[in-house]
T-cell receptor, first 110, second 114 residues
Framework: RKEVEQDPGPFNVPEGATVAFNCTYS??????FFWYRQDCRKEPKLLMS???SGNEDGRFTAQLNRASQYISLLIRDSKLSDSATYLC???????????FGSGTQLTVLP | GAGVSQSPSNKVTEKGKDVELRCDPI?????LYWYRQSLGQGLEFLIY????????KSGLPSDRFSAERTGGSVSTLTIQRTQQEDSAVYLC????????????FGQGTRLTVV
């Protein structure tokens, strides 16, 4: 089983739609969680950290469910510019490196 | 510089040759990571440096791969006797340290082994 698993998609949604991605992780001792965004042929960039209480940044909401070991990302009122690959990232407690999921591809259609 | 700098941006090499990839992290960042990303795939961890501690080499796929970080700053990833399966984008990232804070990535080196 992969340490971090994501549905690869692709998710093709119309502008203005709400879309949600889930990510599961295998290490119950994981301490830190993030969503990164990667545009085509570009480097990954931090979108948002994920806190235990859940957090929101504009149209983006991230949630963590420790009991079920998954994190989610909700994008409301999607824009064309949201088209990208969204990477789920987990930092296991005993390790120092960030572990990346394979990413979920989102295309927002006009 | 303002961000993580990697060179070269593209490298085409013949199978069996050695290559060196360079990463210049953000000034003051003590943690430095190397990842590689094959086409359409996620990021595969290779190696991690933190300050003066021994590097975490657990992700290196074979003994043909090695990396060093001189003076706690610039890092070089060396691949000896390159194989076609080594073709990928090699990404370097740095952060303030100990997995804290945001990891900033360079634009990567696209390696093609022919």
């Amino acid at each position: 089983r992969k340490e971090v698993e994501q549905d690869p998609g692709p998710f093709n949604v119309p502008e203005g739609a709400t879309v949600a991605f889930n990510c599961t992780y295998s290490n119950s001792a994981s301490q830190s969680f993030f969503w990164y965004r990667q545009d085509c042929r570009k480097e990954p960039k931090l979108l948002m950290s994920v806190y235990s209480s859940g957090n929101e940044d504009g149209r983006f909401t991230a949630q963590l469910n420790r009991a079920s070991q998954y994190i989610s990302l909700l994008i409301r009122d999607s824009k064309l510019s949201d088209s990208a690959t969204y990477l789920c990232v987990v930092k296991p407690g005993s390790a120092r490196q960030l572990t990346f999921g394979s990413g979920t591809q989102l295309t927002v259609l006009p | 510089g303002a961000g993580v700098s990697q060179s070269p941006s593209n490298k085409v090499t013949e199978k069996g040759k050695d290559v060196e990839l360079r990463c210049d992290p953000i000034s003051g960042h003590t943690a430095l990571y190397w990842y590689r990303q094959s086409l359409g795939q996620g990021l595969e961890f290779l190696i991690y440096f933190q300050g003066n501690s021994a590097p975490d080499k657990s992700g290196l796929p074979s003994d043909r791969f090695s990396a060093e970080r001189t003076g706690g700053s610039v890092s070089t990833l060396t691949i000896q006797r390159t194989q076609q399966e080594d073709s990928a984008v090699y990404l370097c990232a740095s952060s303030l340290g100990l997995g804290q804070g945001e990891a900033f990535f360079g634009q990567g080196t696209r390696l093609t082994v022919v």
